[in-house]
């Protein structure tokens, strides 16, 4: 059973420019939340979807936007890119019990801004 | 502010010393502590989560407790192929079911 699968894993865009991630969830998962992890920190909450909808936001700027798409997979967008923007980006998907037995992460995509 | 803290940042141990990590957090109405193993370039793996103080789980030579203030990761006598970077997060009232995690414990094992 694959697990959650992030395409690209690396990438390189110039200030200014503009990054679609994609992610594809566990099997059986419905519910996938993006997190950006920059080096030597923790990961940090940007938003999940569920049934297609923006869910929860945690403390990003409009320049990063997603969606969901009907068979649970998931895009993060982010526009007018900045150097500080360069990090690791994970995708983490859950069937709704992840709050209590824990949200399953794809290996992430590292984008570096240039 | 809701936050959750590790220490050490690092940590270097030789094969077979045993030692523990922490975790502090200053979150309101706890919901659950998770604990994440992460390996260079790699999305964290999920190793325990623990609900209420006094709850202790174990898997191999990793053993999570959970008081009221803090978590701790014990490790019994590691082996080199459990240095990684250990992630605390909680999930908690004002987090809605998303997680806040601390920035990790490096751990190190020496053959």
């Known amino acids: 059973d694959a697990g959650v699968t992030q395409s690209p894993t690396h990438l390189i865009k110039t200030r200014g420019q503009q990054v679609t991630l994609r992610c594809s969830p566990k099997?059986?998962?419905?519910?996938v939340s993006w997190y950006q992890q920059a080096l030597g920190q923790g990961p940090q909450f940007i938003f999940q979807y569920y049934e297609e909808e923006e869910r929860q936001r945690g403390n990003f700027p409009d320049r990063f936007s997603g969606h969901q798409f009907p068979n649970y997979s998931s895009e993060l967008n982010v526009n007018a890119l900045l150097l500080g923007d360069s990090a690791l980006y994970l995708c983490?998907?859950?069937?709704?019990?992840?709050?209590?037995?824990?949200?399953?992460f794809g290996s992430g995509t590292r984008l570096t801004v240039v | 502010e809701d936050q959750v803290t590790q220490s050490p940042e690092a940590l270097r141990l030789q094969e077979g010393e045993s030692s523990s990590l922490n975790c502090s957090y200053t979150v309101s109405g706890l919901r659950g502590l998770f604990w994440y193993r992460q390996d260079p370039g790699k999305g964290p793996e999920f190793l325990f989560t623990?609900?209420?103080a006094g709850e202790e789980k174990e898997k191999e030579r990793l053993k999570a407790t959970l008081t009221k203030k803090e978590s701790f990761l014990h490790i019994t006598a590691p082996k080199p192929e459990d240095s990684a970077t250990y992630l605390c997060a909680a999930n908690y009232g004002g987090s809605q079911g998303n997680l806040i995690f601390g920035k990790g414990t490096k751990l190190s094992v020496k053959p």
């Open positions: 983490a998907s859950s069937d709704g019990t992840g709050y209590r037995y824990g949200y399953t």
């Open positions: 099997s059986g998962h419905d519910t």
């Open positions: 623990l609900y209420s």
